[in-house]
């Protein structure tokens, strides 16, 4: 078998590993056995195509981490410094062939960075330079930039990505627009089987800050079990991002069928609110997830939560 390696925070290729071309069968490697902070995981050939299998949660620091506040922290890099190096890296590449994902890694890197730091005027000036102009192509740097870069590093920062970019480009109408703009060119694109599944994983991402009734059914298909391993988590991280009871559901329905490291990030989007937590310790008691699915990292948070009812009932349920 003939794997291309990953490093944990970096969800694209960075080597490759001899073996077997021709055998295409898909290996997933248990997300307990991936935890570290540079951990790696494999994807598999098929048909061609290089396809990601998992994506696992770390906790070292990409860049200075903003706190979870609403509001941006002050930073230690200049505010416009993931702006201008992302600029320099398209400027490398020729954008809309091949060649623009000879820089992808290292422009996904300055994204998910910057959207960690969560800083006002980093975000904006990221926001500025990669968002398409009125009427152009949603490129797919430009995608990687959003929705696996900014949202991606938002979430990964406590924050909720739709709330925080409202208010960011409330009262800028022209950056409003063109964010709008780019939502709509992510639904086609997302569903686009000629885009790179990793680049649809930054589309579905980016469908989440719809309405839930623009995006609820889409995005809800994609959690099927059937799915490509990279698209099932763009959907199910894209869920996480919408505090909606209805996505709370699709949660919750998706989690059993969900490959291994998606179930983990399935159970991690269901602590993010008291509702989601209480529903999630239900749907446990009831039967409908075995404790099984539950990784130990979110076992441990629900045991060492501060509700003194999530800790003696996930104690109970989840010995």
């Not at 998992?54 to 230690?76: H, K, M, R, V």
């Not at 989007?269 to 990784?295: F, Q, W």
Request: glycine residues 8%; aromatic residues 4%; contains cysteine.
């Amino acid at each position: 078998m003939r794997h291309r390696v990953f490093d944990a925070r970096d969800r694209r290729r960075v080597g490759d590993v001899a073996g077997d071309p021709d055998d295409k069968e898909f290996t997933e490697p248990s997300v307990e056995d991936q935890l570290g902070d540079h951990a790696t995981v494999c994807a598999a050939q098929n048909d061609g195509e290089w396809t990601f299998l998992t994506e696992i949660a770390f906790n070292a620091p990409l860049g200075e981490q903003a706190d979870s506040g609403q509001s941006g922290t002050p930073q230690q890099v200049p505010p416009d410094d993931a702006a201008r190096k992302i600029a320099a890296l398209v400027a490398e590449v020729k954008v809309g062939t091949a060649d623009e994902y000879r820089k992808i890694p290292d422009i996904w890197r300055q994204a998910i960075a910057a959207g960690r730091r969560n800083g006002d005027d980093e975000l904006l000036a990221v926001l500025e330079q990669s968002l398409p102009q009125p009427n152009q192509p949603l490129r797919d740097w430009q995608a990687v930039v959003i929705g696996g870069g900014l949202i991606n590093g938002l979430t990964q920062a406590g924050i909720w990505p739709r709330d925080r970019i409202d208010k960011l480009t409330g009262q800028n109408k022209s950056l409003r627009t063109r964010w709008e703009q780019s939502l709509a060119a992510a639904v086609l694109m997302a569903d686009d089987k000629r885009v790179k599944a990793g680049t649809r994983y930054d589309a579905l991402r980016m469908i989440a800050m719809l309405p839930w009734k623009e995006c609820g059914d889409q995005i809800t298909r994609y959690t099927r079990k059937d799915v490509n391993a990279e698209l099932q988590q763009g959907a199910v991280s894209g869920l996480g991002d919408i505090p909606h009871q209805a996505a709370t559901t699709a949660l919750l329905s998706a989690l059993p069928h969900l490959s291994t490291g998606n179930q983990k990030f399935a159970a991690e989007a269901l602590l993010r609110t008291p509702e989601r937590i209480t529903a999630l310790l239900a749907a446990i008691a009831d039967g409908k997830i075995k404790p099984a699915m539950i990784s130990a990292s979110v076992k441990k948070r629900l045991h060492e939560h501060p509700n003194e009812t999530v800790q003696s009932t996930s104690r109970r349920l989840l010995p």
